[in-house]
């Protein structure tokens, strides 16, 4: 974005697809097109990388294998101009009320984001057809850039079959996978009570911007949790910036309808992605920030992070 708040004057819902549409186009914009190839056996990996396990396809060493719960609740989804300065119109809830309560059962969500080492997993032991090249060339302790939405979707896929398998899977994993819970993209309303917590906050630690909590106005990713986030709500890592986060939500005006999030998603033409990117101002890695991404864009600062809930 370039820091200029859209249009006030077109409708709500205008408003929102015409900022989805640019931000798309302005994403595609931003890198040349990149090289594909087809997964082969060049793309395993077998070294060690600390804190996360080789033998568990690379998913952080602890006790959930990286997942963290988000205990049941609402939390206030949206933005209030008058609280927040740097709040977009397609941030308000509605014409008559500037945030929203929403109300969500306990969830999981992964403590980072998706890995290079862990789509490389994937890619070579999976066999899917067309990677771009650039999305499994970084450190391996980077966020995975480079995937499309359905990519991330069949990842998750193929993550909950290989859990659903694995002898060593914990208890509590296995017990969810017996039931009616599924590993998938969050919703964008999951994502934002990640993010932000119950109190409505502007950044995932606050209401100021701290350039030492988030890698944004930078040149490039970092290894998912480099920056120290105390104040983050659950202990999640890179909710601000590095790179966006693709979502299973629909592009469309709030109010939020978490039904909406079932509905035919075949169709759907653009999905949200949450949380800025390194190469993002502060306006745009705020807890509350939107975009729109083409299931089928592969971009250089676009990754994913996972949830496990029954959806």
């Known amino acids: 974005m370039n820091g200029q708040k859209p249009h006030w004057g077109v409708p709500l819902a205008a408003a929102a697809l015409v900022l989805a549409v640019w931000i798309s186009l302005r994403l595609a914009g931003s890198a040349p097109i990149m090289e594909m190839r087809a997964a082969s056996a060049e793309l395993s990996v077998s070294e060690e990388l600390p804190g996360f396990r080789v033998d568990a396809w690379y998913l952080p060493d602890d006790e959930l294998l990286g997942f963290i719960e988000v205990p049941e609740g609402s939390f206030l989804m949206g933005s209030d101009p008058s609280l927040d300065p740097l709040a977009f119109d397609i941030e308000q809830w509605s014409a008559t009320s500037a945030q929203g309560t929403v109300e969500l059962p306990d969830y999981f969500i992964s403590r980072f984001e998706v890995t290079v080492a862990q789509f490389r997993v994937f890619a070579h032991e999976s066999g899917r057809g067309i990677i771009d090249s650039h999305a499994l060339g970084s450190e391996l302790d980077h966020p995975v850039v480079g995937v499309s939405w359905t990519d991330a979707v069949a990842y998750a896929q193929w993550l909950q079959g290989a859990l659903m398998e694995w002898s060593g899977t914990p208890a509590a994993l296995a017990s969810m996978f017996e039931g009616d819970w599924k590993i998938g993209l969050p919703s964008e ?123």
């Open 189 to 311: 309303a999951e994502w934002e009570k990640a993010a932000r917590g119950g109190d409505g906050r502007i950044f995932p630690w606050g209401d100021a911007q701290r350039p030492d909590r988030a890698n944004y106005r930078a040149r490039g990713t970092t290894a998912v949790g480099s920056f120290e986030c105390p104040e983050c709500p659950f202990g999640l890592a890179d909710m601000s910036g590095n790179v966006w986060e693709m979502t299973r939500s629909p592009y469309q005006p709030y109010p939020y309808d978490s039904t909406d999030d079932r509905d035919d998603l075949e169709a759907e033409s653009l999905w949200v992605m949450r949380g800025g990117s390194f190469n993002e101002a502060e306006q745009n890695v705020r807890a509350a920030i939107r975009g729109g991404v083409d299931p089928g864009a592969r971009r250089p600062d676009i990754g994913f992070r996972l949830v496990i809930s029954r959806f």
